[in-house]
T-cell receptor, first 114, second 115 residues
Framework: EDKVVQSPLSLVVHEGDTVTLNCSYEVTNFRSLLWYKQEKKAPTFLFMLTSSGIEKKSGRLSSILDKKELFSILNITATQTGDSAVYLCAVEASSGGSNYKLTFGKGTLLTVNP | DTGVSQNPRHKITKRGQNVTFRCDPISEHNRLYWYRQTLGQGPEFLTYFQNEAQLEKSRLLSDRFSAERPKGSFSTLEIQRTEQGDSAMYLC?????????????FGAGSRLTVL
């Protein structure tokens, strides 16, 4: 069974701190890894990673994938209170043919205090 | 494009009752997914449609759960004889046919509380 493990499960920081969120996975037929941000409602897409070692960056957020060691990290620099959310890691794996689904980790709850 | 729409947003029901949730995906998306999320957990995959065909169902989806997408547009998720363990947020998501087909756009969810 596909497995995605995120750590830490929760994290409290002060504004301006830099945080690193971790995601490790064990899946068969890996295709991609995605990061989502979930505030009070629907998860919203952040990044999709398919190749090892290529950093994806969007403003203060960046992410990288290591397909050999089966993990990804999400970095947030100069955190702001608006970054407070649950960050979900999901791995896309094919279950045969064109069928695939995302398997999510439990998420990391990030709280940024002023 | 109004995004993925789910109704109702909240449903409170008594144990044993049937409930139905509706999802309207983004119009040009042919793939539609149902996930369930409980407090402190990530979304768990329930089922997946490509157009009107239901291509995969999770083992989590007991016989009391049924999903349909009759014309390849909106989808319904019905839970029969609800149990307290069914209390959760039911998330619908859709994705396009080819480019970025794995990037799911989620709806705001339908929260079910079974008393």
């Amino acid at each position: 069974e596909d497995k995605v493990v995120q750590s830490p499960l929760s994290l409290v920081v002060h504004e301006g701190d830099t945080v690193t969120l971790n995601c490790s996975y064990e899946v068969t037929n890996f295709r991609s890894l995605l990061w989502y941000k979930q505030e009070k409602k629907a998860p919203t897409f952040l990044f999709m990673l398919t190749s090892s070692g290529i950093e994806k960056k969007s403003g203060r957020l960046s992410s990288i994938l290591d397909k050999k060691e089966l993990f990804s990290i999400l970095n947030i620099t100069a955190t702001q209170t608006g970054d407070s959310a649950v960050y979900l890691c999901a791995v896309e794996a094919s279950s045969g043919g064109s069928n695939y689904k995302l398997t999510f980790g439990k998420g990391t709850l990030l709280t940024v205090n002023p | 494009d109004t995004g993925v729409s789910q109704n109702p947003r909240h449903k409170i029901t008594k144990r044993g009752q049937n409930v139905t949730f509706r999802c309207d995906p983004i119009s040009e998306h042919n793939r539609l997914y149902w996930y369930r999320q409980t407090l402190g957990q990530g979304p768990e995959f329930l089922t997946y449609f490509q157009n009107e065909a239901q291509l995969e169902k999770s083992r989590l989806l007991s016989d009391r759960f049924s999903a349909e997408r009759p014309k390849g547009s909106f989808s319904t998720l019905e839970i029969q004889r609800t149990e307290q363990g069914d209390s959760a947020m039911y998330l619908c998501a859709s994705s396009p046919r080819q480019i970025r087909a794995n990037v799911l756009t989620f709806g705001a969810g339908s929260r079910l509380t079974v008393l």
